[in-house]
């Protein structure tokens, strides 16, 4: 293999495959990219057995053939190279695969191209295509309350589905880690309505979502029970999907919760921010005290001290206290797009439903704290 490439091809092609590729590998090809010159292009691929991401670069191609090589060491060496530089690289050499850019050169350990894995993906019997910007918004209000917990691995990643069938069909993205849930939904595309429910793992989830760079792109998506294949532009990730049973989240969701309070999303925000500031790390406490449209913030940490806020609110309910988590308050309210947020609140024990004012294409359940 011979092939001369421009080095932002390359690098833009590496940094979009070599973060699947884990820094700790047993199995040494896997810390690997695999190389393929053919044509006007050298197509790069890395995986990680649970996930493949291929992308193309074009090149020019002096002798095609394939090869793999270190991926995390060849990013670094391309992002290390000066602006403009043309890289050359080259197996003639036989166990090494030489890499040159002007006066630079490198020797890089290779390992057989028919060793690498192939992550077959097998029969993908539903297939749509999806603005990238409606992925991204759906993988965005959601992707902060997946799970982190190990053992309940069907927790782990975002939920897809589709809701209603014909001109009222929507997409929804479900995600929770028992103390909060995300859901956010859009109208389903054309030819997603057949398709099975799938949780999407979280490492996929955050590659996917750097690849939705470009917001008037389109996204390919092909899919069965246990793989997804997305392709955009010249990249094409596979991976499979979490087995397992999604929970029915809409039981956790409040249906009865008449204590309404609006609120402007941006001071709450601070006000939170704020008075979080003193609150323990385990905990991260505060409590929020309502009255007739006024609200009182207060933390108290035993070994720092306390700290109080006050905001004007929309409330007209009999007074009411209840905590939660503040990093979850920020984590949510970081979400919300519109000026306003409404809050829907039982009593002090039971969860809490948050939502844009006027908009239900995204809302977020959240369990309160004792303080």
Do not use: C, W
Not at 80 to 104: F, I
Not at 326 to 335: T, V
């Amino acid at each position: 293999m011979k092939v001369t490439i421009e080095r932002a091809n390359l690098l833009r092609a590496l940094n979009h495959v070599h973060r699947v590729v884990e820094r700790r590998n047993t199995i040494p090809i896997l810390a690997n990219v695999l190389l393929r010159a053919e044509g006007e292009a050298l197509a790069l691929k890395a995986t990680d057995l649970d996930m493949e991401i291929v992308d193309r670069a074009p090149a020019r191609v002096d002798q095609a053939g394939s090869t793999t090589v270190p991926a995390h060491m060849l990013y670094d060496i391309v992002r290390k190279l000066p602006d403009g530089a043309e890289v050359v690289l080259d197996t003639s050499e036989g166990a090494t695969m030489s890499l040159k850019a002007g006066r630079t050169r490198f020797s890089l350990q290779m390992l057989p191209d028919a060793d690498f894995p192939d992550l077959n993906a097998g029969e993908l019997p539903v297939a749509f295509t999806v603005p990238a910007q409606l992925l991204k918004r759906l993988i965005d209000r959601t992707q902060f309350a997946i799970s982190t917990e190990e053992t309940r691995y069907y927790l782990n990643g975002i939920y897809f589905h589709v809701v209603g069938s014909g001109g009222e069909a929507r997409l929804r993205a479900v995600a929770t880690d028992g103390h909060r849930l995300a859901k956010a939904e859009a109208p389903a595309p054309a030819g997603s309505e057949g398709m099975p429910g799938i949780i999407v793992p979280r490492k996929t989830v955050g590659e996917i979502q750097k690849l939705l760079e470009d917001p008037d792109a389109e996204v390919s998506v092909s899919l069965s029970d246990g793989k997804i294949r997305l392709a955009v532009g010249d990249i094409v990730l596979t991976s499979k999907l979490i087995d397992g049973t999604f929970p029915d989240y809409e039981r956790v969701i409040p249906k009865g919760n008449d204590k309404i309070l609006t609120l402007e999303k941006a001071d709450f925000e601070r006000a939170v921010d704020r008075v979080s500031t003193i609150s323990a790390d385990r905990g991260r406490a505060v409590k929020l005290s309502l009255s007739e449209d006024r609200m009182v913030l207060a933390v108290n940490n035993p070994d720092s001290g306390s700290a109080t806020d006050e905001l004007p609110v929309g409330y007209d309910s009999e007074p009411l206290e209840i905590g939660f988590n503040s990093r979850y308050l920020l984590d949510i309210a970081a979400q919300l797009t519109s000026d306003e947020a409404e809050f829907r609140l039982a009593d002090p024990g039971s969860p809490t439903l948050i939502q844009d004012k006027g908009n239900a294409d995204a809302l977020y359940v959240l369990m309160p704290m004792r303080v």
